[in-house]
């Protein structure tokens, strides 16, 4: 469903990708792990069209895919929670849901039912009951990762990328938003799931990509994963440091 063929991107000096390439299937949640500045979030951006890669190819259903604006990732079933919370800080929460959905100069849905899709789309990723008429710039950083996922879901995207997304949630909304990435999978969409975090990366992913300062390590279908082979993966140094120990 889509893939990645030597995809490079360097910051000056720092290569922060280097010669990726990886095949994602749909219905899978599939993960990327890897120690910070591994270059996760640097594939999230090229693979959501804020960043160009310098070298290498996209492919979607095996159309090359590079070059694109964010606007054709997003006309083709991508939809991208970032690291970094992208909040609109004096909007209200039903206003932050349907961001980038209404058009530029025109409502999209009737204003009568934007209500009610704000309230449905984040009723499937919380626990936690959330005034829809606040400035979301007023929630707490966990409420607001949850209204950056309901914006990601209403667009009922077939590749749902989540960068480290579940980080500051609460255990009971955590677990929700569990619940829907493997419903998502189920029905057929590709999750692409960054986390350093072992416990999550056991529990939700049917394979796994190891990257380590850029590279691609190996991508492991999760019967072949255990949290050592990950480990070592990551960062062999560490590992090398306890035998010693
Ligand atoms: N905009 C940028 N300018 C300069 N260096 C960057 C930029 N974005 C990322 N990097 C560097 O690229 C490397 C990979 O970063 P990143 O993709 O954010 O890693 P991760 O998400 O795995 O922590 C790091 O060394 C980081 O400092
Ligand atoms: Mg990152």
């Known amino acids: 469903m889509l893939e990645i063929a030597n995809l490079s991107k360097r910051y000056g000096e720092t290569v922060a990708l280097d010669d990726a390439s990886i095949a994602f299937s749909a219905g899978t949640v599939h993960t ?5 500045g591994s270059g996760k979030s640097t594939l999230v951006k ?10 290498g190819e996209i492919r979607v259903d095996a159309v090359p895919f590079v070059g694109r604006t964010p606007a054709a990732f997003q006309a083709h079933g991508f939809a991208t929670v970032f690291q970094e919370v992208l909040i609109a800080p004096d909007r209200n929460v039903i206003d932050n849901i349907l961001l980038g959905y209404d ?7 009737p204003r009568d039912r934007r209500r009610q899709a704000a309230a449905d789309t984040l009723a499937h990723c919380a626990r936690t009951a959330i005034d829809l008429d606040i400035n979301a710039g007023w929630l707490p950083l966990a409420t607001q990762q949850l209204v950056v996922l309901a914006r990601a879901l209403l667009r009922r995207p077939r590749i ?11 255990f009971n909304d955590r677990e929700i938003v569990f619940e829907l990435i493997e419903g998502l999978a189920r029905e057929g969409s590709l999750v692409l799931f960054v986390s350093h975090r072992m416990d999550e990366v056991l529990r939700l992913s049917h394979r796994i990509t190891v990257l380590r300062s850029g590279r691609v390590v190996e991508t492991l279908d999760r019967a072949d994963a255990s949290a050592e082979r990950l480990l070592a993966s990551m960062a062999p140094e560490i590992v090398e440091e306890r035998r010693h120990a």
Do not use: H, K, Q
Not at 46 to 55: F, H, N, Q, T
Not at 103 to 109: A, C, L, N, T
Not at 160 to 170: G, H, K, P
């Open 32 to 36: 990327i792990m890897g120690e910070n």
């Open 103 to 109: 058009g530029p100069f025109r409502r999209r849905m």
């Open 160 to 170: 749902l990328i989540l960068d480290e997304a579940t980080a500051a949630l609460d």
């Open 46 to 55: 090229l693979l959501s069209g804020v960043v160009a890669p310098d070298r």
